[in-house]
């Protein structure tokens, strides 16, 4: 997978997980505005599978819908508010790589199997030579 590819699909995992979170301060919202009774309570609790690890989420036609400016209502990163590009180049750059380090670990790989290589041949060879050496 190419650099471009893994950061599209990080991208769009990145707005999966706002376009959660966004409904998740919606149920909130909600469960709150209702005074947080406990029917409401009892009637979220019965709606999760609570220890199982599911998480329902609501179609998407009963979804709010969101505006362009949240970071939950663009699939697309190019229209992601200028905090959220910002603080995605930082989280980016932390844990970007120089790129002199990693042709420099292409060359030391490559040479280790060209080694590695060589010395396989040569005990190959020299198996060969001692089993038919009559």
């Known amino acids: ?39 409401t309570l009892s009637s979220v609790a019965a709606n999760e599978s609570i220890g199982s690890g599911a998480v329902k989420m609501p179609d998407a036609a009963s979804r709010a819908p969101t505006t362009s400016h949240s970071p939950a209502g663009s699939a697309d990163p190019r229209e992601l508010p200028p905090e959220a590009a910002v603080e995605a180049e930082a989280i980016i750059e932390q844990y970007r790589r120089p790129s002199g380090d990693v042709a420099r670990d292409v060359r030391s790989g490559c040479l280790l199997y060209f080694t590695l290589g060589f010395v396989l041949l040569g005990l190959v060879i020299g198996l060969l030579y001692l089993a038919f050496r009559h």
């Open 1 to 39: 997978m190419s650099d471009f590819d893994s950061l599209a699909e990080l991208r769009r995992q990145r707005a999966l997980v706002h376009e959660h979170l966004a409904w998740l301060d919606q149920q909130i919202a909600a469960a709150e505005e209702s005074g947080g009774s406990a029917s």
